[in-house]
């Protein structure tokens, strides 16, 4: 079964400063999800990658994908305490599997104002 | 609401007990899964529903487990003989067909604790 492995597994910083979360997959990746959890809530979609070299950008946050090393990278530019919480990678099966999300275990995202 | 719906938001309930947790998926969206996020394993897989096709139930944990969907909208998730062990968070996520652009849109999730 495909494992997840994500980057730190928790990160402190002031704001301000810039940060990088990877997320690096056991097998082929078929696409990549990135979702934002607040404790006690749900996960909120982030971004989609489906190919490989793909970058896309929200706000100050920016996802790219690597195919070839079956890695995606999150970066997040000057940060602020907004952007606290836990960040998933997502993964979904291939084929008629598409539909099963695997996850990372999250990184713990802190921001000091 | 727009989003996903999920109830209860809490549930504490005696093992061996049965629990039904209820999902409405966003309007429109044909594909409808569940989740299982606790401390020890992460978020897991649980089950998908997408249209009119079987459902994937690949990743339920036991028979004690089961789920279904009526008029491809709400669904219910029941787990029988409730055993500490299962005492997590239960998400419920759904999007259009499940291909390759469309994310999945997740509820806040009902928290069940088994005493």
């Known amino acids: 079964s495909q494992e997840l492995e994500q980057s730190p597994q928790s990160l402190i910083v002031q704001e301000g400063k810039n940060l990088t979360i990877n997320c690096t997959s056991s097998?082929?990746?078929?696409?990549l999800y990135w979702y934002k959890q607040k404790y006690g809530e749900g996960l909120i979609f982030l971004m989609m990658l489906q190919k490989g070299g793909e970058e896309k950008s929200h706000e100050k946050i920016t996802a790219k994908l690597d195919e070839k090393k079956q890695q995606s990278s999150l970066h997040i530019t000057a940060s602020q305490p907004s952007h606290a919480g836990i960040y998933l990678c997502g993964a979904p099966g291939g084929g008629t599997s598409y539909g099963k999300l695997t996850f990372g275990q999250g990184t713990i995202l802190t921001v000091h104002p | 609401g727009a989003g996903v719906s999920q109830s209860p938001s809490n549930k504490v309930t005696e093992k061996g007990k049965d629990v039904e947790l209820r999902c409405d998926p966003i309007s429109g969206h044909t594909a409808l899964y569940w989740y299982r996020q606790s401390l020890g394993q992460g978020l897991e897989f649980l089950i998908y529903f997408q249209g009119n096709s079987a459902p994937d139930k690949s990743g339920l944990p036991s028979d004690r487990f089961s789920a279904e969907r009526t008029g491809g909208s709400v669904s219910t998730l029941t787990i029988q003989r409730t055993q500490q062990e299962d005492s997590a968070v239960y998400l419920c996520?759904?999007?259009?067909?499940?291909?390759?652009?469309?994310?999945?849109?997740f509820g806040d999730g009902t928290r069940l604790s088994i005493l």
């Open positions: 097998k082929t990746l078929y696409g």
């Open positions: 996520a759904s999007s259009f067909l499940p291909k390759k652009n469309q994310p999945q849109h």
